[in-house]
Every structure is written in structure tokens, then in C-alpha cells.
Nanobody, 120 residues
């Protein structure tokens, strides 16, 4: 079992930055792929960024603006140059295979979500 705890959401103006954290309770992320998904009101949950071992992958709209990184039991999402369309609930997810995939159904462990609101 992997329990995930997110933190770091909040309200920020367009162009600003936030850093989200996802911490695993009671274990490390070794052997797992960790991803950040987001869900805006009325929209489906979508992949934003993932990390596994030394590999990272980004959705096109966040590439170049955001950076995902991590240590043994915490994964970070540094979000720079935020836009109003980045407003969403952000979820940390883990899958028990060290391969990043973008389909949310392939992740078996989820955090509770943290709200990110970007004002224009």
C-alpha cells in the first residue's frame, strides 16, 4: 500500500509560481512511477507530468514551464509561468511499475488532491 499526501496548492496570479509536494507515507518511491494529474471543473482528469528513476515526461502545455523532481519519498512539481488555464485540482498518483504512462487508469494510488487557482 502506498499512501500519498499532497501539499503546496493555493492562489497565485498569472505568471507566478507554486511548488507542489507529494510525500509517500511509510515507504519510498523506489520502483514506482509517480505522476501529477489535474482536473479542471467540468473536464476530465489529465496527465501533467511524471517521473520514474531518472526519467521525466511532460504534457505539451506544461513542458518548459514546469519541472518534476524527487527524492526517496517525495516528488515535487515546480510550476512556473502559471496561466489561468492551469487552474485545477492537482492529484499525485503512483503506479507499481517504473514506467511513466499518461492514462490515469494505470495508477493505483492517489492522493486527496490540492487546489491550484491562477487569477488573471
Amino acid at each position: 500500500q502506498v499512501q500519498l499526501l499532497e501539499s503546496g496548492g493555493g492562489l497565485v496570479q498569472a505568471g507566478g509560481s507554486l511548488r507542489l509536494s507529494c510525500t509517500a507515507s511509510g515507504r519510498t518511491f523506489s520502483g514506482y512511477a509517480i505522476a501529477w494529474f489535474r482536473q479542471a471543473p467540468g473536464k476530465e482528469r489529465e496527465f501533467a507530468a511524471g517521473i520514474s528513476g531518472g526519467f521525466t515526461y511532460y504534457e505539451a502545455s506544461v513542458k518548459g514551464r514546469w519541472t518534476i523532481s524527487g527524492d526517496k519519498n517525495t516528488v515535487y512539481l515546480q510550476m512556473n509561468s502559471l496561466k489561468p488555464e492551469d487552474t485545477a485540482v492537482y492529484y499525485c498518483a503512483a503506479r507499481g511499475r517504473p514506467v511513466i504512462v499518461t492514462n490515469s487508469r494505470d495508477y493505483g494510488y492517489w492522493g486527496q488532491g490540492t487546489q491550484v487557482t491562477v487569477s488573471s
